[in-house]
């Protein structure tokens, strides 16, 4: 049982899937113009059609199977969905004079999708057409000043309509309203992380049985999770912990610490020489980035001839990564992403992927009902090359154990004044440009190093975080304290874009 969303290509068809689930309500995507056995497949409870940046009267606007009108499923259309239903019943769509775009204020409004909302309803307009004639039968159940169709229903009460979008958080009673519709459209909202937990459980055991799976873990949140589902799943696993040598101060003890006790099958396979030899003397980013992937695949591909068989590779593949390699919008195919630097096909594995239907957040919720420490679950993102790509320059042992000092001091730093989880991501990055300084009657000639804090919500853009002064004058002292070899330490101000968040 789902509530399914089709999507007509709006940016924010994943939000709209995020906020049903939020609301308890297991939702998924699939694309705009599916067929409606694909429809059927969810065993679909009620039918949401995102926006999209088509014109509903375009020859080649795309149209969701006709089934979606016969009404034995409830449906819910946004913006461009909106305007497809009035046009599908028989209405009219037009080109208005001027897009209505940004906040927008409802001037009257009423009926199911409205139940309980009082006082000022905020909403967020983004279209170009508009609603000039309802379909027989259907009526205008919110206006704003500038657009007497604001929302719509049919007679039957199985059909609606919002010109808004109710999914983002510049419509702050939008939540109640998609509540509303479901209410309306009768959804069960029982979806719980318990209850997934529970699913997943059951589908992981029936899925290997008394077959082996093998993965790897890198000390993310993601895989943790995933090692520690299958241990609660009591199927037979060896989780691979790989130590390339480019970990973060404590890293494997913590992995060790916070996954041995619940019961996962851990392999710590230290690799680090070989790693580091590999990386000698290379200062290319990319060159590094593949010389760490290919070295991980070699060590990974070792460790599971010597240990297999294995049918199954397990991985931590997420919602948004399937969709992404379905390739958005009118993809009729999706493909599962190898999230993993393309672990080889031919070791034969079948994949199983139990978060393939999850977004990041839920698979928080699980790792914390699973029982994994805050330390990893609440975690920085953290490159799979490691400080490998964020030491410039060729890397060795001593400057890798200086970076790891000096980024675990200011990471503890953060955390002692409560700013940790106020930056989407912190770290440190040693330049290979030596400066002079002095200590006491002493001249030093030491590293830069980098401080870097960004806030972000996704990682695709952000901004330098505007750390406290006096936070970060505390941490600029205590590093070359405690590390001598770094001289001087400056903070990052660049946003991205135009910078990366890594400097490599
Ligand atoms: P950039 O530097 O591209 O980083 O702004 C965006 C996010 O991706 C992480 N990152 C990587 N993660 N392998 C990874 O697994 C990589 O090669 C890699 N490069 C960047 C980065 O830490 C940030 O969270």
């Known amino acids: 049982m789902a509530v399914v969303v089709l ?21 998924v995507i699939l694309p705009g113009t599916a067929p409606w056995a694909a429809i059927e497949r969810e065993e679909p409870e009620a039918i949401v059609l995102s926006g999209g940046p088509s014109s509903v009267f375009a020859e080649d606007a795309p149209r969701p199977d006709p089934g979606v009108l016969e009404g034995r499923v409830p449906v819910l259309g946004i913006c461009y ?18 897009a209505e775009y940004g906040r927008a204020v409802l001037t009257r409004y009423e009926g199911p999708l409205f139940a ?9 307009m983004s279209h170009a057409d508009a609603v000039t004639r309802l379909p027989e039968g259907w009526r205008a159940v919110a206006e704003t000043e500038e657009n007497p169709v604001a929302a719509i229903q049919d007679g039957s009460g199985r059909f609606f309509g919002v010109q808004f979008h109710p999914e983002v958080s510049h419509t702050p009673k939008g939540m109640a309203i998609l509540a509303n519709f479901l209410e309306a459209a009768g959804v069960r909202r029982d979806w719980t992380p318990g209850q997934a937990l529970k699913d997943l459980i059951e589908e992981v055991r029936r899925r290997v049985g008394s077959d082996r799976v093998l993965l790897a873990v890198s000390g993310g ?13 009591g199927v037979d696993h060896l989780a691979v912990f790989v130590d390339h040598g480019l970990l973060r101060l404590g890293e494997r003890e913590e992995v060790e610490r916070s996954l041995r006790p619940l019961g996962v099958n851990l392999r710590v396979v230290d690799a680090s020489e070989r790693f580091l030899a590999a990386l000698a003397g290379v200062a290319d980013p990319e060159e590094k980035r593949r010389i760490v992937g290919a070295t991980f695949i070699e060590v990974f591909k070792e460790v599971a001839r010597a240990e297999g068989p294995f049918r199954f590779l397990a991985q931590g593949t997420l919602y948004p ?10 993809a009729a195919k999706i493909k599962s992403h190898h999230n993993v630097g393309g672990l080889p096909a031919e070791l034969g ?92 009657d002493e001249r030093r000639y030491g590293y830069t190093l980098v401080l870097r804090a960004v806030t972000s919500v996704d990682g695709m853009t952000a901004d330098w975080a505007r750390l406290p002064h006096d936070f ?25 874009p135009p910078g990366t968040i890594e400097w490599e």
Do not use: C, N
Not at 116 to 124: H, P
Not at 221 to 233: C, E, I, N
Not at 321 to 330: T, Y
């Open 7 to 27: 999507d007509f290509g709006s940016q924010y068809t994943r939000l709209i899937a995020r906020r049903l689930r939020e609301l308890r309500a297991y939702s």
């Open 472 to 496: 970060l004058d505390e941490v600029a002292r205590a590093i070359p304290r405690k590390v001598p070899e770094i001289g001087r330490v400056v903070y990052d101000l660049t946003s991205k």
């Open 81 to 98: 969905g909106m305007q497809y239903l009035a046009q599908a019943f028989g209405g009219t769509v037009e080109r208005r004079g001027r």
């Open 221 to 233: 949140v993601d895989s943790s999770t995933l090692a520690l589902l299958l241990a609660r799943a």
């Open 321 to 330: 990564d399937v969709i992404e390699s379905a390739g958005g919008f009118g």
């Open 349 to 440: 594995f079948e994949l199983l992927e139990p978060f393939r239907t999850l977004f990041k957040d839920e698979v928080r919720e699980l790792a914390l009902l699973l029982g994994l420490p805050d330390t990893i679950r609440l975690r920085h993102p953290f490159p799979g090359p490691g400080l490998a790509i964020r030491i410039l320059g060729p890397v060795d042992r001593e400057k890798l154990g200086v970076l790891r000092r000096a980024d675990d001091l200011f990471v503890a730093l953060l955390k002692e004044h409560g700013l940790y989880h106020e930056v989407w991501q912190a770290l440190a990055v040693l330049l290979p440009v030596r400066s002079v300084g002095v200590t006491g």
């Open 116 to 124: 309980g909302l009082t006082g000022e309803v905020q909403v967020w």
